[in-house]
């Protein structure tokens, strides 16, 4: 009997799959404040909702399901043993969490040079409605960032991974979890943007 | 090793980010104008729309087995229980 390294196709995929539904439960408690909150203060978040930018926003969008396009595209080229191709789309999907961070760089520095953030003076002196609304921003974006940072150095990694060839065309779960992972950034931006950009 | 592998053809893939690209516009679209409260309803609802052709395609959610549907199932229904029954509470309060 000869050693092969232990892998568990069906097993490893089910584990990420529970981990996203954490993940949805997570996010879920953060729309489920804001849900509350605006039923509380509609005018607070409505004020709140017309000083973001989106077109920002929109932006974001178009760049993140672009980047799931890429990352979808990427498994596709791996299961079909085009390691080139894999490794191509795989940076595609890492420029567009790149430029999505760029935008947001740029979207929360105009806020913040505007005094609006967490326990800022100008929150402070403003109503509880307003600085909830902002908070709830902040946090809610500010974890949605977190995510887009790590999906994006997870599915570096995964890149390194195929080029050194322990990833490839018949041993591919690594890049199939790391693309359902990024695709979950991709499906709370999906609600983020409508909730906070669009519909207030 | 993988019992039952599906492929999902590239043009699909394309096919689906397309029509992705074409509700998003339509978000933007119905909140431009105004709509009152079907504002919400309506982006809500086209939101829910996209993200069931994520994880239908992107996420292959269509391609697995009973296993994987049927927790995603207990998930969303977890998740509306806790939504539903926090309304009960802040509406009727």
Redesign the interface.
Known sequence: MTHQPHSDYSGSKLGMWLFLFTELLLFGGLFLLYAVYLKRYPQEFADGGKQLDWIMGGANTIILLTSSLCAAMAVTALQRNELQRTVALIGGTILCAAGFMVIKYFEWSAKIGHGVYPGSEHLKGGTAGESVFFSLYFITTGIHGLHVLIGGALLGWIASKIRGGSVNGENYILLENGALYWHLVDLIWIFIFPLYYLVL | ???Q?H????RT??G??LV??AL?AL??GI?RVDLGGY??LG??T??CV??GL??A????MKYEGR??RW??FL??V??AI??GF??FD??YR
């Open positions: 090793m993988n019992e592998q492929i999902i053809r590239y893939l394309i689906i980010w992705l690209l998003t978000t933007v909140t504002k919400v982006a809500l086209i939101a996209k993200a994520v994880i395609v992107f996420m292959h296993l994987l927790l995603l998930a969303l977890t998740l806790f939504i926090t309304f802040v509406l």
